[in-house]
């Protein structure tokens, strides 16, 4: 199957073209004649599947087929992170370049005045995150009388964010007579109720992951919480791993473990939700263009980062959700390329990862990292550990080390 067997306008195909798109992802293939239909779809796919033209091309087909004089907006995607409002409206303006649609990406953390100038002269298609979406709406910038195209991008990370409420106001502001898809990651009960409320007989489109976690070569290096800096330096100076993106749990952890990599004369960058827009765009394209070997995220600011060849995904901290890990380490491995992801893990996130090798239905690999002194590390007590008390010493009272097990166990 080519792009040439789906009826597309003749200037949406050429810019098919130009972009070198020919075959059709699994996520395109099964999407678009649905939707060129005008059906609603309830897809999974991951980001890097190709599901950003999987819905915007059939959306831009049906505003083609149907030109208006309208100054009002025609279609509305929303999406979770500024990058990923940034990168779809990216590769809508390269698939649109030979028609005359007019679209753009609005979004929070950076001024109004450009975005409502934009709003105001007329867009066909706005791709905005929820929040800054409606204080647009509230200066009555935008208006959805004419909307015919509604687009949930990453709906379950919309709902992780707590998004919802946001969701359900925008949705009242739309006509019920639309075409309404929703694209997630997974399909959650959660998702299946917002489904529910936004689309009518959804069809349901479900594609397997580029690289399936199986495909992936995934290592857990057992480790305490206070030598997890000098366990990735070791990584990072072991391992042959040339683009690397490192997940932490928090934007503080973020910040302080570029830090440190950087004092170690290590090219890294960050984002995270209390970056400036110009310094998350320019982190990114550091990484994207090889300029920074590595990028330290956290989970919600690395969504929707889409950049080709990335070597490795290190886990600095192990994911809140099993699900998130899997979404984690899908970053690596594209486009049937092997790809590594190796975890850091205390002896606190041992639950967790069981949790995790049930989700896959596998036992993931621990290994002994070199250059990390096991032995020392079983006499270390956390800062925030209860003092013994008075006269302990026996076994029943002695503050266990956190490092203690898995220096027998590796």
Known sequence: MSFTDFDLDPRLQQGVRSLGFHQPTPIQSAAMPMALQGRDILGSAETGTGKTAAYLLPTFHKLLASPTRTHETRALVLVPTRELALQVAEQ?????????????????????GNQERQLRRGLDVVIATPGRLLDHAARRNVRFTSLEVLVLDEADRMLDIGFLPDLRRIVRMLPQQRQTMLFSATILPSILSLAAEVTKNAQRVQVEMTATPQAIKQTLFPVPEHLKAHALHQLLKEEEMDSVLVFARTKHRADRVAHQLQRANIRAGVIHGDRSQGQRIAALEAFRHGQSRVLVATDIAARGIDVEGISHVVNYDVPMQPEDYVHRIGRTGRAHAAGEAYTLMTQ???????????????????RHLEGIDYEAASHFVPSNARPAPRGAGSRHTRPRAPGARYARAV
């Open 92 to 112: 809508g303006v390269q698939l649109s370049a030979h028609t005359d649609l007019r679209l753009a990406a609005i979004y929070g953390g950076v001024g109004l």
């Open 348 to 366: 606190l996130d041992e639950e967790m990862v069981y949790r995790i090798e049930g989700v896959l239905k596998q036992k993931i690999q621990r």
